[in-house]
């Protein structure tokens, strides 16, 4: 008897959930850091109009420089997670292509028993074109007039 595939529902809507999570994620970490920026723009502000001494405004770059660089990794973080969730959701997705099946006199036929490979086309590489050689000029020596 001919079955379909079934997907595993239960374990692409956990894919789906994760892949939402990262997503608002990222999306919060960016707006973390645009408050940021925008608090540390205020401080500069606050600098050029001399409410605030330099030894200030140094510390507080420091601590922005170092909360930057925290977001900006967390960030890569869940990006780096969303492309591997999207990656196994892909997987799940495309192994669920369907297979023939036709109605005859006789029964169900199935056409395609396995999968067929999906295999990216390699781009060629182009020839590299032989350097030619640079032809050298021999300069003649300019006759001189010898004194007599």
């Known amino acids: ?12 809507a956990k894919l789906l ?6 997503g608002e994620s990222i999306r919060a970490r960016q707006d973390e850091k645009q408050g ?19 030894r200030a405004l140094m510390a507080s770059t420091r601590r922005a420089n170092t ?12 990006i780096a997670r969303a492309r591997d969730l999207s990656v196994k959701a892909k997987k799940l997705t495309v192994t669920q292509a369907p297979i ?9 036929t199935s056409g395609d028993k396995k999968l067929k ?16 050689k640079k032809k050298v000029v021999k300069k003649k020596k300019a006759t001189s007039k010898k004194k007599r």
């Open 1 to 12: 008897m001919a079955q379909t595939k079934k997907m595993n529902e239960s374990f692409f």
């Open 17 to 22: 959930k994760d892949f939402n999570v990262a």
């Open 36 to 54: 940021l920026i925008d608090d540390f723009t205020g401080e500069c502000k606050r600098f050029f109009f001399g409410k605030i001494s330099e």
């Open 67 to 78: 909360e930057l660089q925290r977001l900006d990794a967390d960030i890569r973080r869940n």
């Open 100 to 108: 023939g099946y036709r109605a005859t006199l006789s029964g169900i």
């Open 117 to 132: 490979k999906i295999v990216p086309k390699k781009k060629p590489v182009p020839k590299k074109k032989p350097v030619a």
